[in-house]
């Protein structure tokens, strides 16, 4: 088609506006596309997969200026050096690493410097994803691999960076080892996949665990540390993808020495599992003193409650009747104010049609007088009222039929709580309010496969909080009814010693902790809805 003269210069004078709009802009020039290219290594002195290595020091040059971040968390060194290297550049650009060793290295090893993230270029922090630098001071390179992956036991999310360790199953080899000496091979999982591969093995019979190594020393600390092991020694080479399953051991019973939190309290603490302890006091006491020992709730920590009285302290046994073990301690008096009495309700306006009123003592709770509280509806009409005193969670219970788009209100009057001193409440009023029963939804779970019972089906907070919990020794539809619209994580829980909880394991005594499997996506729960869901089970 044939252009006219004068669609010519319309256009003409268009590009020349837009060619000086353009030149009157401020600002200076974008400079290209962003760099999304990582560092490359482009040589290395001595070369990579070098044999029979005999120097200290390492460099790996670049194609571009890099830096250094986190290298020492991000190196991992397999086997691990006893002494941190020296690594540069520290805080500048260069073009090259340097590695200086300082560890007497073993002889006919193979040795793989992992640098994880830490090398990034200059201008943008692309990383040079775990680079790998391998050498043997041996004749030849070890060549073995070993796959598998890390889950955490009882959570649906596994934390990142855990060490996974394989120690040589040798004459010198106890399972101890594992708190005194570093590993043989080291890796890491680095991301969010918790895969794993350990490189550069040799053939033999090894012992795989994983840490989650908080204080990064490649040691292992049942105080602060998940583990994770395979029963069995692993012999390479093999073909076989290993499963780690972290869990956190429950620590050794061990007493820690009380101490006053209040006038009228001393607090005992202790490490292990669900302990039968019993505190004795072998200081003489008057008559008129009243005394009483109670459980935190949800702690490691019993209170030993005292009317306060004139001493400079106080001589304590503590007696652990399941281990028949009794340790002694002194406490020296301190002036400090005593507790007083406080109430906290569960509940202070909307309550489910399945939540418990209570009110919360801060100090044990010695009588209830049941006939001071009273519940009325918004007609003030008197409703029934069902009360009672739970002593392990130091709480008044209030149970009624709840009624939908109600409001109630609950009184109790002076005298209703005495705590263990006579301390009594002033009067409590909460206003307590319901929704309608098309606010909630209603949820129905049915376990499909070979299940061994008991089992436990939890419903859970995507933050991992138990919403709802049954118990079941037999295939059944189970059902979560009037659920607050949300979503929510789905668990079982295969009950093995049927207790009633989930176990941990432990390394030593080669116990694996209770399984745990999840249903694979969160379950959202709609208000007004009905929801059936076939739970998959593979054991």
């Given at each position: 088609?044939?252009i006219?003269k004068r669609?010519?210069?319309?256009?003409?004078?268009?590009?020349?506006?837009?060619?000086?709009?353009?030149?009157?802009?401020?600002?200076?020039?974008?400079g290209?596309?962003?760099d999304?290219?990582p560092?490359?290594?482009?040589k290395?002195e001595?070369?990579?997969?070098?044999?029979?290595?005999?120097?200290?020091?390492?460099?790996?040059?670049?194609?571009?200026?890099?830096k250094?971040?986190?290298?020492?968390?991000?190196?991992?060194?397999?086997?691990?050096?006893?002494?941190?290297?020296?690594?540069?550049?520290?805080?500048g650009?260069?073009k090259?690493?340097?590695l200086?060793i300082?560890?007497?290295?073993?002889e006919?090893t193979?040795?793989?410097l992992?640098?994880?993230?830490?090398?990034?270029?200059?201008?943008?922090?692309?990383?040079?994803s775990?680079?790998?630098?391998?050498?043997?001071?041996?004749?030849?390179?070890?060549?073995?691999?070993?796959?598998g992956?890390?889950?955490?036991?009882?959570?649906?999310?596994?934390?990142?960076?855990?060490?996974?360790?394989l120690?040589?199953?040798?004459?010198?080899?106890?399972?101890?080892?594992?708190?005194?000496?570093?590993?043989?091979?080291?890796?890491?999982?680095?991301?969010?996949?918790t895969?794993f591969?350990?490189?550069?093995?040799k053939?033999g019979?090894?012992?795989?665990?994983?840490?989650?190594?908080?204080?990064k020393?490649?040691?292992?600390?049942?105080v602060?540390d998940?583990?994770?092991f395979?029963?069995?020694t692993?012999?390479?080479?093999t073909?076989?993808?290993?499963?780690?399953?972290?869990?956190?051991?429950?620590?050794?019973?061990?007493?820690?020495?009380p101490?006053?939190?209040?006038?009228?309290?001393?607090?005992?603490?202790?490490?292990?599992?669900?302990?039968?302890?019993?505190i004795?006091?072998?200081?003489?006491?008057?008559?008129?003193?009243?005394?009483?020992?109670?459980?935190e709730?949800?702690?490691?920590?019993?209170?030993?409650w005292?009317?306060?009285?004139?001493?400079?302290?106080?001589l304590?046994?503590?007696?652990?009747?399941?281990?028949?073990k009794?340790?002694?301690?002194?406490?020296?008096?301190?002036?400090?104010?005593?507790?007083?009495?406080?109430?906290?309700?569960?509940?202070?306006?909307?309550?489910?049609?399945?939540?418990?009123m209570?009110?919360?003592?801060?100090?044990?709770?010695?009588?209830?007088?049941?006939?001071?509280a009273?519940?009325?509806?918004?007609?003030?009409?008197?409703?029934?009222?069902?009360?009672?005193?739970?002593?392990l969670?130091?709480?008044?219970?209030?149970?009624?039929?709840?009624?939908?788009?109600?409001?109630?209100?609950?009184s109790?009057?002076?005298?209703?709580?005495?705590?263990?001193?006579g301390?009594?409440?002033?009067t409590?009023?909460?206003?307590?309010?319901?929704?309608?029963?098309?606010?909630?939804?209603n949820?129905r779970?049915?376990?499909?496969?070979?299940?061994?019972?008991?089992?436990?089906?939890?419903?859970?907070?995507?933050?991992?909080?138990?919403?709802?919990?049954?118990?079941s020794?037999e295939?059944?539809?189970y059902?979560?009814?009037?659920?607050?619209?949300?979503?929510?994580?789905?668990?079982?829980?295969?009950?093995?010693?049927?207790?009633?909880?989930w176990?941990?394991?432990?390394?030593?005594?080669?116990?694996?902790?209770?399984?745990?499997?999840?249903?694979p996506?969160?379950i959202?729960?709609?208000?007004?809805?009905?929801l059936?869901?076939?739970?998959?089970i593979?054991?």
């Amino acid at each position: 088609m044939a252009i006219t003269k004068r669609l010519i210069a319309v256009l003409f004078l268009l590009f020349t506006a837009l060619a000086l709009h353009q030149c009157a802009r401020r600002g200076s020039p974008s400079g290209g596309p962003k760099d999304t290219e990582p560092p490359v290594l482009i040589k290395a002195e001595p070369e990579n997969l070098s044999t029979n290595f005999k120097t200290s020091k390492i460099r790996l040059y670049f194609d571009e200026y890099i830096k250094l971040q986190d290298v020492q968390n991000q190196l991992i060194v397999s086997p691990p050096f006893q002494y941190p290297p020296e690594i540069s550049p520290q805080g500048g650009a260069s073009k090259y690493v340097e590695l200086v060793i300082k560890d007497t290295l073993r002889e006919n090893t193979t040795y793989t410097l992992n640098f994880g993230q830490s090398i990034v270029d200059n201008n943008e922090n692309n990383p040079s994803s775990y680079l790998t630098y391998v050498f043997s001071t041996g004749e030849y390179i070890d060549s073995l691999t070993l796959l598998g992956v890390v889950k955490d036991a009882f959570n649906k999310e596994t934390e990142e960076f855990i060490s996974v360790m394989l120690y040589e199953i040798d004459t010198a080899y106890t399972d101890s080892i594992i708190n005194k000496k570093p590993p043989n091979y080291i890796a890491n999982t680095q991301d969010s996949t918790t895969i794993f591969k350990l490189q550069n093995l040799k053939a033999g019979k090894y012992r795989l665990l994983a840490i989650k190594d908080e204080a990064k020393n490649n040691l292992y600390d049942a105080v602060t540390d998940k583990i994770g092991f395979v029963e069995d020694t692993i012999s390479l080479p093999t073909d076989s993808i290993y499963l780690l399953n972290l869990f956190r051991e429950v620590p050794k019973y061990a007493p820690s020495a009380p101490k006053f939190s209040a006038g009228n309290k001393i607090i005992f603490g202790y490490k292990g599992s669900d302990e039968s302890l019993k505190i004795n006091t072998i200081t003489s006491i008057p008559d008129s003193i009243t005394s009483f020992v109670s459980k935190e709730p949800g702690k490691d920590t019993l209170n030993y409650w005292f009317t306060p009285f004139e001493v400079d302290s106080l001589l304590f046994e503590v007696l652990n009747e399941r281990l028949q073990k009794r340790d002694t301690f002194t406490v020296k008096t301190r002036k400090l104010p005593a507790d007083s009495l406080i109430l906290n309700p569960t509940y202070r306006s909307s309550i489910g049609f399945l939540d418990t009123m209570a009110v919360i003592s801060n100090i044990p709770i010695r009588k209830i007088d049941t006939s001071l509280a009273t519940m009325m509806n918004k007609d003030s009409i008197a409703q029934s009222l069902n009360i009672r005193l739970d002593t392990l969670a130091n709480r008044m219970e209030f149970s009624f039929k709840k009624e939908p788009n109600e409001t109630y209100s609950l009184s109790i009057l002076p005298g209703a709580l005495t705590d263990l001193f006579g301390a009594t409440n002033d009067t409590l009023l909460y206003r307590l309010r319901t929704g309608s029963y098309a606010d909630y939804g209603n949820l129905r779970i049915q376990l499909q496969g070979t299940i061994t019972y008991p089992i436990i089906l939890q419903l859970a907070e995507p933050k991992g909080k138990v919403v709802r919990s049954i118990i079941s020794e037999e295939d059944m539809l189970y059902e979560f009814n009037l659920l607050e619209p949300k979503k929510y994580l789905l668990r079982v829980i295969f009950d093995a010693n049927a207790n009633k909880r989930w176990d941990t394991g432990n390394f030593l005594d080669k116990i694996q902790p209770e399984k745990v499997i999840y249903f694979p996506q969160e379950i959202e729960v709609r208000a007004n809805w009905e929801l059936e869901q076939v739970f998959p089970i593979e054991e």
